[in-house]
């Protein structure tokens, strides 16, 4: 290969990229059976690699797809990088590829360890696109040829100058698909391929051998859009195949080919020409129907789309066209006319296949190509599912999984015990076993893992309008995260604004919503118009789909889905949480109680979503509910304050237009975390640690006590490095426990194993399946195992730590009383020893050991004692007939035949004997005992394998048993994750940090806000590059000067000079401190915050139909309605939406409501300076602003130089130097004269009405003498 264009050589490490799979860490090294590692065919080239995966993988990968690995602190590998990754596969791939680093060659090499073909296709060197039948899943990146080689010449390239035939080999359970839309004519002659593909195609592996095979003959003619379809066929049988096939057979080969997706997309566009044999059909099938087309399209009931009932979901389809097509064509149409909203993936053979408006959506969407033919059609493997889904759900559709329920033979002997079979009873069933949307994942086996670690919430609502003024109404809400399984239930009233509404979505944002149809208000629509507008939202029927909370209840108990987690015995049918929604005379829990009707409407409302996605059982079966109360539902009394701070339940409220004013979870610029508080304080290293610090940074503490607590948490954790620094190594290791139990819990689930259609499916890659559930519940088990060394070593300083809370959550339960952690030494050796661990993993077979499966070792027993049974039985025979050479013959039903020597028969036998079979030499008899003990250890082994194949079942509903204490340890470390986050940040800020200093309100004391010396905790450097100003901020603090107990401080000062980013560093520092963690600043000293309030920032709702000053004036209405003496007020120069005066008035107005009569902490920032001079002499108002130095000022603004000081110190800015903005923004010099020339002029106008004011005032009061008058008219007049 001296010659060779590869620059690689066997060693060296690499990034690899896979079609549809991310670049991934390899190893370059020769192939274990031909030892070479590189192939050439033509312009092709490819290299042999190893995967860097916790089962090692290798492949040819194409060397346009390689790009050398320099390790992963090298700038392409951060974010925004190109091999950027967050997928925790990947990154303890390159923590492997990082180590082979330090490593020479020669040491790289003997890493090397994927020798192995998994399959035999891996060593036929075929040009398939993907060796689909590995049993390896697309979340494994175990797809092992090149992007070029998956490629078929796209059918109306040009470049190919000979067509590529596609052969199609029908098997019983597709033969009712294929040529449903097309006519055929009998063909003299057997073809040797057809026009047309299946990616049903079965191959020797696709059918058993008794399965006849048939070749569908070439397509002769295309349809017209008529609807009427006639259809001849000529079939001939083929030979069946004697011996199954080592290799992968050529049919599947061309199907595996047809479904690669497109070189690029311009390939695809090939595709769109004339009809004929290189190109699809101008106008598919589906769009000549004329029931189909926008206009004369129907829903089930035959409702016009213009109907206010009309059911979008559906679809009328005339019955004609049913009796048209074949059984599985017709099967399709009736499930999509059901389930129009859906993309349907069909299930033929080992392939799911994309039918006509499907298949556009396939091809557009995930890169498929359109099969030949004139009816849309195109697919990928049942590998390939939950990458193809998942692409899809992102992308706002909803996808049904539709399978094969039933095998071939299994239809076979249905249909012999049918007395009428009908063309519609020979075709296998299909039956929906999963509706998949955005609130629906649960990221099964089939589905893949989650692309990021916080919680997506399906979200069920019910209105009711408390007064005919629509000023009040009350929310029924449940949402629930489905990849957890947990929900959260409440019913709460709320104002004309929908506050409480708005931080419920804003807390918990969801992805999908769900309704009652012509039940939302006026306001709740502008919500969902506008917050949630990338949510998908669908309206259920009232009644049928959106159940009343009476329905509700009945339906729960009569599915009965917590009769595995609760105990009947004792009369508990329902959660805790929702028996207290009940109403308390009727001990069955059927009717609701009074102030819980809308709540339990809303869950109805989202059970039936759950069970039309058909995962009710496995979620609901949690019993895992929890009920939701407004933050502000126990909001502080302005008698005794402190009383209710010092509870400790008391939150900080933290609404949506706070949380996104001072972007502490999501930017304003593009929606990300980039520059927000939750990526500057995120360091934590489990899943479940980032989904409680969000909560945590949700909801700030008020109880100094809580909040102290916590800060001395972090004390004790920063005082400890060396310890921590383990346990921070062994944190790194843990998945997502939390995810885990869920998944283990819905494997485990006895109901959806008794009636759920996956029971019933027919999955051709069950074993990968089986492997990835077990692989899951080892990783399980293994991160219990890291989290008791965890406890182990935290256990070990405990006696150092002050903090309870700390102390709770790392003491074992059995130790103390306080102790929050549960001891599960006993349940690990327990699941140590249940099974070979090895074994499972690799074969996908769980064999319980002795002791552990009641059943299993039963059956066992039987087993044993009947062999043995019938092993003294023969020496029995042997000594009654007088030989000794007397053995057992049969197999299977026929076992346990006596074979006796025939020169030994001629003497007499008793009469029990009974001739089975003869051979030359010898007679087989069998006895009434032999057929009665044969009958015991059939029983026995059919129970074995019974329990067998339900093993793993059942193994996983055990450890689900003990579900509690699994979810307590992970809770537990859970809030270690994140108080070791906070202490992370606390030891590794910019600057100095401080603790801060919360204080209990008393009586007589004013709140107050002391923060001296501090920084914004997002912005360490400014855009200059200097260090950031730390500035003072002290509202109702002890001051020398005059009104140094004022609430209320106006902010003025430049343009740019600081004004907005000082109000969101105060907003910030105060939910950090509240939180429980250090701040950047010298000092920090608070009273507790109830509640924090932001006016900030410009900009109108346009899908809610509110322009800015509406907005500006809604979020100030909400301060004015909801804030006390204890929150915290941030507004931003109020009134700029409107005409000056109109905005000085209002401002006027608000400052006079929060200084005078609120009395809370305020910054409010202006220009207006008039309001200024109104309040210099106000002592409920303090004046304070950015300062800035200015060079050559004179009246020429084009000479002055503003140099911008970020401080904040007192008195008020005389100007605000609007011009210097100007001119840093580029507008013309003549512009900018030109305003100055008439800012002057309206200054002077402003300044002559004041001053002609106070002359009439004067005059009225009669204090001017005769001589002032003058004086001020002459000053008016100039």
């Given amino acids: 290969f001296g010659n060779s264009s590869c620059d690689f050589s066997p060693g060296d490490l690499v990034w690899a990229k896979m079609e549809g799979y991310p670049w991934w860490p390899c190893l370059v090294y020769n192939h274990p059976f031909d030892g070479t590692f590189i192939r050439e065919k033509g312009k092709s080239v490819r290299v042999h690699v190893q995967f860097f995966d916790d089962s090692p993988t290798r492949g040819w990968v194409s060397r346009r797809l390689l790009k050398p690995y320099t390790g992963s602190k090298s700038k392409e590998v951060q974010k925004g990088g190109h091999f950027y990754s967050s997928k925790p596969e990947i990154l303890r791939a390159m923590q492997r590829a990082d180590e082979a680093l330090n490593k020479d060659k020669i040491e790289r090499l003997e890493l090397a360890v994927c020798d192995e073909p998994s399959e035999p296709e891996e060593e036929e060197e075929t040009e398939v696109g993907a060796t689909y039948s590995s049993g390896k899943s697309e979340d494994d990146d175990h797809e092992i040829e090149s992007e070029e080689e998956v490629r078929p010449k796209v059918q109306g390239s040009r470049r190919s100058s000979r067509q590529i035939k596609k052969r199609r080999v029908i098997s019983d359970s597709e033969s009712d698909i294929g040529g449903s839309d097309v006519e055929f004519k009998p063909d003299g002659k057997e073809e040797g391929s057809s026009d047309e593909i299946s990616s049903g195609v079965g191959d020797s592996d696709s059918e058993g051998l008794d399965s006849p095979v048939k070749v569908a003959s070439k397509r002769k003619k295309m349809v017209t859009g008529n609807g009427s379809l006639k259809r001849k066929s000529s079939r001939k049988e083929m030979p069946l195949a004697t011996k199954r096939s080592t290799g992968i057979s050529s049919e599947t080969k061309s199907a595996l080919n047809a479904f690669s997706a497109p070189q690029n997309s311009e390939s695809q566009a090939h595709v769109s020409g004339g009809c004929d044999d290189n190109s699809r059909p101008t106008i598919w099938y589906h769009e000549t129907l004329e029931w189909l087309k926008e206009d004369k399209r129907r829903d089930l009931q035959r409702r016009r789309p213009d109907h206010p009932d009309f059911d979008a979901s559906t679809l009328y389809v005339p019955e004609d066209f049913l009796n048209s097509c074949t059984p599985g064509m017709r099967k399709w149409w009736q499930i999509k006319s059901q389930n129009f909203d859906l993309v349907i993936f069909y299930k033929v053979g080992k392939f799911y296949e994309l039918y006509h408006m499907d298949a556009l959506i396939g091809v557009n969407e995930l890169g498929l190509v359109f099969m030949k033919g004139n009816w849309a059609h195109s697919g990928f493997p049942e590998i390939a599912f939950g990458r193809y889904s998942d692409s899809l759900v992102q992308k706002g559709y909803k996808v049904a999984r539709v399978e094969q329920t039933e095998t071939p033979e299994m239809m076979e002997a249905r249909c012999r015990k049918m007395a009428h079979i009908s063309k519609y009873d020979r075709v296998v069933r299909r039956e929906i076993c999963r509706v998949i949307t955005k609130g629906t994942q649960t990221y099964s086996v089939l589905e893949g893992d989650p692309s990021e670690n916080y919680s997506k919430y399906l979200l069920s609502l019910k209105e009711k309008e408390e007064d005919s003024s629509g000023h009040t109404r009350v929310y029924g809400v449940c949402f629930v995260d489905t990849s957890l399984g947990k929900f959260f239930i409440g019913q709460f009233s709320d104002d004309r604004h929908c506050s409480r509404f708005r931080t419920l979505v804003a807390h918990y944002p969801p992805v999908q919503v769900l309704f009652e149809k012509g039940n939302l208000s006026t306001e709740t629509k502008m919500i969902l118009k506008g917050s949630l507008s990338s949510s998908l939202q669908e309206g259920l029927i009232p009644g049928s789909q959106f159940w009343d909370a009476a329905k509700t209840l009945r339906m729960l108990l009569e599915e009965g889905y917590f009769k595995e987690k609760l105990n009947e015995d004792s009369g508990v049918l329902l959660p805790q949480v929702l028996k207290g929604m009940t109403s308390e005379s009727d001990s069955l829990g059927l009717t609701p109680g009074e102030k819980s009707e809308l709540a339990l409407s809303a869950l109805g409302g989202c059970v039936f979503y759950l069970k039309k996605c058909l995962i009710d059982q496995e979620l609901l079966s949690m019993a895992n509910f929890e009920e939701y109360i407004p933050l502000d539902s126990d909001m502080v009394s302005a008698i005794r304050p402190g009383a209710v701070f010092a509870k400790g339940n008391q939150r900080m409220v933290l609404d949506a237009v706070t949380l996104s004013n ?5 930017n304003g610029t593009n929606g990300s975390t980039e520059g927000t508080l939750l990526e500057k304080i995120d360091s934590c290293h489990t899943p479940f640690g980032k989904r409680l610090l969000k909560q945590w940074l949700c909801a700030p503490l008020c109880s100094p006590y809580a909040i102290n607590d916590r800060l001395d948490a972090i004390e004790d954790l920063m005082a ?3 310890k921590i620094s383990d346990v921070v190594d062994l944190l790194k290791k843990l998945p997502d426990l939390e995810r885990l139990l869920s998944k283990i819990h819905n494997v485990g689930s006895p109901l959806k194993s008794q009636n759920h259609p996956d029971s019933r499916a027919i999955m051709y890659e069950e074993t990968t399946y089986s492997k990835k559930k077990i ?18 070593i935290m256990e070990e300083i405990a006696d150092n730590f002050k903090s309870k809370i700390l102390k709770q959550v790392i003491t074992l339960q059995t130790k103390t009383p306080q102790g929050r952690f549960p001891d599960l030494t006993i349940e690990l050796n327990r699941w140590d020893t249940a099974f070979d661990h090895e074994k499972a993993r690799k074969t996908g077979l769980i064999t319980p050991k002795a002791g552990f499966d009641s059943d299993y070792d039963q059956a066992l027993a039987d087993i044993r004692e009947n062999e043995q049974s019938l092993l003294e039985y023969l020496e029995k025979q042997r000594s009654r007939i007088g030989c000794r050479t007397i053995v057992y013959w049969g197999i299977g039903r026929n076992r346990y035949q006596l074979e006796i020597p025939e020169n030994f028969i001629t003497r007499n036998l008793p009469e029990e004997y009974e001739l089975k079979s003869t051979k030359k030499g010898c007679k087989r008899y069998w006895t009434k005992t032999i057929e009665k003990k044969l009958a015991n250890l059939i029983n026995a082994e059919e129970r074995r394998d019974i329990s067998l194949k339900d ?17 307590s340890a992970v809770e537990c470390i859970a809030v270690l994750d994140v108080l070791l986050c906070l202490a992370n940040y606390s030891r590794g800020g910019d600057g100095p940090m401080c603790r801060p200093v919360i204080l209990l309100p008393e009586e007589g004391t004013p709140p107050f806000l002391d923060l001296r010396g501090s920084r914004h905790p997002c912005i360490t450097k400014t855009f200059f590059g200097d260090d950031f100003i730390p500035n003072d901020i002290l509202i109702g603090c002890e001051e020398e000067e005059e009104n140094g107990k004022a609430y209320c401080v106006l902010v003025t000062g430049p343009n740019m000079g600081g004004k907005s980013t000082l109000m969101r560093q105060a907003g910030l520092l105060a939910v950090m401190a509240q939180t ?26 346009i899908m809610s139909g509110e322009s800015t000053f509406f907005v500006e004036l809604s979020e100030t209405a909400s301060i004015l309605t909801h804030a006390t003496a204890h929150s915290l007020v941030l507004v931003d120069e109020l009134g700029r939406g409107t005409a000056t005066f109109d905005g000085t008035a209002i401002a006027n107005a608000v400052v006079k409501e929060l200084a005078e009569n609120i009395k809370c902490r305020t910054l409010f920032s202006t220009h207006y300076h008039s309001l200024v001079e109104d309040y210099s002499q106000n002592v409920a108002v303090r004046l304070g602003h950015m300062a800035c130095m200015v060079e050559n000022e004179c009246e020429d603004p084009s000479q002055e130089t503003i140099t911008f000081l970020y401080k904040f110190i007192k008195g ?4 605000s130097y609007g011009f210097n903005a100007a001119r840093l923004a580029n507008l013309p010099e003549e512009i900018i004269q030109k305003g100055h020339r008439k800012a002057r002029e309206f200054e002077k106008m402003t300044q002559s ?7 009439c005032l004067a005059s009225e009061r009669s204090t001017l003498d005769a001589e002032a008058v003058p004086k001020l008219l002459t000053l008016i007049k100039e």
Avoid: H
């Fill in 662 to 666: 001072l972007e502490i979870f999501m």
């Fill in 720 to 722: 400890e490095p060396d």
């Fill in 775 to 792: 692989i899951d519940f080892l990783s399980a088990l293994e991160g219990f195992k890291v989290i008791c060394k965890i406890i182990e």
């Fill in 951 to 967: 093993c793993m079942r059942r193994l996983f509903y055990n450890f689900d048993k003990n579900y509690k204490d699994w979810q």
């Fill in 1076 to 1101: 429980g963690c250090y701040i950047p600043a010298e000092v920090c000293r608070l009273t507790p915050i109830d509640r924090v309030f932001t006016r900030l920032g410009a900009s109108d709702r």
């Fill in 1212 to 1215: 008020a800015c005389p100007k």
């Fill in 1249 to 1255: 009405l004041r001053l002609f004011r106070e002359v």
